[in-house]
């Protein structure tokens, strides 16, 4: 019975009994950090042994209580939210793992779903067409044709598969879609055999890293990898050492002029400094409710800027009004707070907590400013951006002063180094904020009114986070000055953001390589390459800011002091453009309405009537076309080397990389280069190239991926001798040839690959192809000075071994080329997953021999397990075969 566990009590809502498991049943548990108290409920309810699950609750207490990290407990959250770049490809793993157990004679239907898994289709829209009436159209007519297959079968695993439901394209993303459409705060738990009628905290884990956007509705979620993201939907509980908790008190309030977006970029640079990786983040303090709930989850959107797991604001009033605003049932909202109030939530909102550590905000301090060329934490003011793009320019090996004539709409302009070649208002991270939107357009009517307008040569991207954004900005009349500057809507998902900007303005492209060329978004991520391949600096900005720069034409002026461009009367100034707080809030009060949410939300369902006649097939297992270029069934169940001991003889270095390689950098994104392995591969099969596509739309198929994995075009691997992208020095033939042509080549030769890296190993988006494409290419380890949390956890889960450099070590100080073989001595992998094990690599170049000592990077005894098993592919298909053997032989 229920009442037999830990912390169970009985709640009546309505006249309804609920079973809640209360965190006060644990001693000292009411003066940690409330995220904490999350995971105690969770385990508590969700961890299947009563005494497993009160082991695992007090660990946490006691971590909480020291304000150190803590042993291993099972997170099962509530659902899984996925996008389609990164869930796509987790279907197809469900499909290829119902072929494996068909094959093992096994029923294929015991793959499936246990948890809500919700995929929104957001970021396949590229934004081909931009500043015309209907761009939002004609972009969605070449999103359906090019996308075809893997949208049929998207529909396909949603008529298959239980507990699956898709968004079509066209909606919104993931993120806003999450905090207006699908969160609830509080949620009935699925029952089980010995608990019916269960509430338990909404939790979260997706396959964006940028799903802590939910945070700031007091939703704990974070993001992982897809490996470990199907685990979860397939019913294995996400394995995790109990984090330490920061603190962040919050004080004062926001100048006026300063917005969340400016708050994030002031915490990624001063915590990427600090150094959070592996925590929870929790905002405190009175500063917390001088924030909105949309500003609050502009700033948890961030978290992986921050480098930290999750940034979590306790669920309050605010949060209430929130769900009361997006349309939320009134009952719904009642059993929230209800739930809330038994846990002891909303009470005091300044009750003492323990923190591991906690720094102080003063929001008062927060002044506008931007982030770049090249990382979130780069922050920098307006009037210092010229100073900072001339550094960045130099460093590119170009100096100021050099004029480029470009030819736009039969007009020639005389341009500099700094034009702006894209100004994007996009949605990952400031549409969630309905304020810094509304700014926007207020600025674009002042504009208008005084008669300054956007550059002819910059492309201007309006990609709103959902409907409920355009209504509002409909209502408030700005939809039409946004227009008249080029910003009209061009579609509803992640664009810029992801690298679907599309092509430069006729003339811009060409310039590229002479001229440098930049960007400016509203975005959260901003590395090399990402936002376009021709664009070489990139900077991020509330949507305002973005606006004002796309007036100007150039990063290379000081918007403090000098004007943006010649209006009817004299210069205009930034100044000039941008709205009071005041002038802000009367418009947002002048709007903001939940019928807005609630039309929007009945509209999503259904999607387009192109998409509702696209067919699909039929059956529990996936027909797969061979000749599919978009989705074809993956190898990795015939491909896996399970054992309980790993090592490696005579294994040669694939890349030799830096300090802060992103998984942008590894795995496969943006426009697929014209003379790339995978653009072979698509001529090959009669593809031209303006039929490529994005790499993100061809997650589905391996191949295209794997001949992808290292092809940044910025990507500066020490063995390619000088050369810049996905080249390497092919370990037999001794030439320079692409990674991927080298890693066939090391495979005919019989040769297992490692990689040797700096720090930060694997930071930046939760992409599952960052590690499943080096698996296929035959790589075994990782060599790094530090990993990424995510990176670290999806490598384990490829079978790929994580091993870190020891203290003070690196592959300078060692001595290492890349250009040895490298034998790693045997590890016992179940050890290592319950203890700190080193293991020993001796790398040999002909007479030449060093030897070094490395830590072996798993963390946990599940991680052992799947590492032990080959995957976590193959753990849980195994899994799920024996359960279901055990039950007929019962």
Known sequence: MATKRMGASELVIDNKKWTVFLTSALEGADTLPVSLQVLI????????????????????????????????????????????????????????????????????????????????VDHSVTADCSSVPDAAEQNARLELERNTERFSFLKWSAKSF????????????????????????????????????????????????????????????WGVGGIEAEAAALGQPISMRVPRVIGIKLTGKLAGGATAMDLALELAYRLRAIGVVGCLLECTGPGVRELTATQRATVANMTPEYGATATFFPPDEAVLDQLALTGTDEDDIRLVREYLK????????????????????????????????????????????????????????????????????????????????????????????????????????????????????????????????????????????????????????????????????????????TCELTSVLSGNRNFDGRISPDVA??????????FAYALAGTVDRNLELEPLGEGNDGPVFLRDLLPTDAEVEACLQAVLDPLVFQSTRLSAQKGSQAWQDLPEASGSTFPWDPSSTYVRRPPYFEQVQASDRFSITDAACLAYLGDFITTDHISPAGAIGRTSPAAQYLRERGYDEASFNTYGSRRGNHEIMMRGTFANVRLQNKLAQGKLGGWTLDPISKEIVSIYDAAVSATEAGRDLVIIAGKMYGSGSSRDWAAKGPALLGVRAVIAESFERIHRSNLIGMGIVPLQFMPHE?????????????????VDVGRAGRSATTTRVVARQGETQVSFEVRVCIDTPTEALYLGAGGILPFVLQALLVSNASEKGA
């Open 810 to 826: 690196d592959a300078t100080t060692i001595g290492l080329t890349g250009l040895e073989s490298f034998t790693i001595e045997p």
């Open 162 to 221: 239980d507990e699956v439901k898709i968004v079509p394209p066209g909606v919104g993303i993931c993120h806003q879609l999450n905090v207006e459409q699908i969160s609830r705060v509080v949620l009935p738990a699925p029952a089980t055999s010995e608990i019916t009628d269960a509430l338990g905290f909404d939790t979260v884990v997706g396959t964006d890293s940028h799903t802590t956007t939910v945070n700031g509705i007091g939703v704990l979620g």
């Open 537 to 546: 600096q990139n900077y991020l900005a509330a949507p305002a800011l973005v």
């Open 342 to 513: 038994a846990q002891g939530l909303l009470s005091d909102p300044d009750h003492e907590r323990v923190w591991s550590e906690l720094i102080e905000v003063d929001l008062s301090e927060v002044t506008p400013s931007l982030a770049g060329p090249s990382r979130p934490h780069n922050r920098v003011s307006i009037a210092d951006l010229p100073k900072r793009f001339e550094e960045s320019l130099k460093d590119h090996g170009r100096t100021k002063g050099e004029s480029f004539s470009v030819h736009i709409d039969k007009h020639q302009y005389e341009l500099g180094h700094g034009a702006i070649a894209i100004a994007a208002i996009t949605s990952c991270t400031t549409a969630t904020d309905p304020a810094m939107m509304i700014a926007a357009g207020l600025a674009a009517a002042r504009a208008c009114e005084l008669g300054v307008y956007s550059r002819p040569w910059v492309k201007k991207i309006f990609a709103p986070g959902s409907h409920a954004t355009t209504s509002l900005l409909a209502r408030a009349g700005l939809l039409e000055p946004l227009a008249r500057q080029g910003f009209d809507v061009c579609g509803y998902g992640c664009m810029s953001c992801i690298g679907n900007s599309g092509p430069l303005l006729d003339g811009m492209e060409k310039l590229a390589a």
């Open 41 to 120: 409920e969770n385990v508590l309810r969700t961890v299947s042994d009563p005494d497993r699950a009160i082991s695992q609750a007090r660990a946490i207490v006691e971590a909480g209580l020291a304000g150190v990290p803590g042993p291993e407990i099972e997170f099962m959250p509530s659902r899984v939210l996925f996008q389609d770049f990164t869930g796509v490809p987790v279907f197809v793993d469900f499909a290829a793992m119902r072929d494996a157990a068909k094959q093992c004679g096994g029923d294929p239907e015991l793959v499936n779903p246990r948890i809500p898994c919700t995929l929104v």
